[in-house]
Nanobody, 122 residues
Framework: QVQLVEFGGGLLQAGGSLRLSCAAS????????MGWYRQAPGKERALVAT???????KYADSVEGRFTISRDKVKNTLNLQMNSLKPEDTAVYYC????????????????WGQGTQVSVSS
């Protein structure tokens, strides 16, 4: 099993920067891809960024060039550096971990953190 705990949410003005962190514990060897998702009020949860086990990254068009996802395998942490924040970035941000196939048969395929609020004022 995998447990995810998120840190770093907060309230700030447009143009500012914020760094989110996600600490993974348990059977972290089972983790393949990790990512950040967000859910704004009245909207569905949406992809922000993902990073594979070998370091390949993908970003939503709305955050490309402003956000950077990274992963520290030694510390078992996932990070999201958010720069040039906009009011449209206001949402609850969730950490996600997908497990490798054999692990997913035993433990399940998809784990989520509890979410952390990011609020950006104009």
């Amino acid at each position: 099993q995998v447990q995810l705990v998120e840190f770093g949410g907060g309230l700030l003005q447009a143009g500012g920067s914020l760094r989110l962190s996600c600490a993974a514990s348990g059977d972290t060897i089972c983790i393949s891809t990790m990512g950040w998702y967000r859910q704004a009020p009245g909207k569905e949860r949406a992809l922000v960024a993902t990073i594979t086990n070998d370091g390949s990254t993908k970003y939503a068009d709305s955050v490309e060039g402003r956000f950077t996802i990274s992963r520290d395998k030694v510390k078992n942490t996932l990070n999201l550096q958010m720069n040039s924040l906009k009011p449209e970035d206001t949402a609850v941000y969730y950490c996600n971990a997908e497990l490798e196939l054999l692990c997913s048969v035993v433990y399940g395929s998809d784990y989520w953190g509890q979410g952390t609020q990011v609020s950006v004022s104009s």
